[in-house]
């Protein structure tokens, strides 16, 4: 859920002065389209759930291939790595740390008893486990985060900035340079 950060983006964009003029365009939003629909699909056969959200994650992966041109993408590129690889190797779920689990104001029953359809525990078992979802973030809303998820939600800042004409450049700022050109 990056509703919040969407949000956010589009409140600091705007403070900076950016205006949306127009929507870039996306290659392969068929496979952004297809992914959206494998990961609601994956909700309603929790038993195989996994296996859903595992090809939802290489139809994102194509989608940000054919997109790899912008910074923005690359650096979702990076979080979807992060994430993709402790779901794939975890089961096709996401590990979550139960103690911050605790935290959230979700029930946890789910994630018990394994009947949640992304998520399992986070066991001696779980392979790399500090890629998994270790993080409490409790505002504005309250959810377990990853380190690939921080790399997400900075794509999608980048994104925002990008989409109202006041793109932000890493590489430039390392550079030494203000902002990116404009696309």
């Known amino acids: 859920m990056l509703l919040d950060v969407i949000a956010f983006s589009f409140l600091i964009a ?28 994956s909700g309603f056969f929790p038993s195989i759930g996994g296996i859903f959200v595992s090809v939802a994650y290489l139809a994102l992966l194509l989608f940000f291939y054919f997109n ?62 500090f890629l998994a979802d270790i993080m409490h973030m409790p505002f504005p809303i309250p959810r377990l985060i990853s380190i690939g998820d921080l790399f997400i939600m900075l794509g999608t800042f980048l994104l925002v900035q990008r989409i109202t004409n006041k793109p932000i450049s890493l590489i430039r700022l390392r550079e030494g340079k203000n902002y990116a050109e404009k696309y």
């Open 14 to 41: 705007f403070l900076r002065g950016g205006r949306i003029k127009s929507i870039p365009t996306f290659n392969g939003l068929a496979f952004l389209v297809i992914c959206i629909l494998l990961q609601i699909t």
């Open 68 to 129: 790899r041109e912008h910074e923005d993408i690359r650096i979702f590129m990076i979080g979807w790595f992060l994430n993709a690889l402790v779901i794939w190797l975890n089961g096709g779920r996401m590990p979550v740390d139960i103690e911050q689990a605790k935290q959230l104001p979700y029930p946890i029953e789910p994630l018990l008893n394994g009947t949640d359809f992304k998520h399992s525990l986070l066991t001696d078992q779980t392979v790399f486990p």
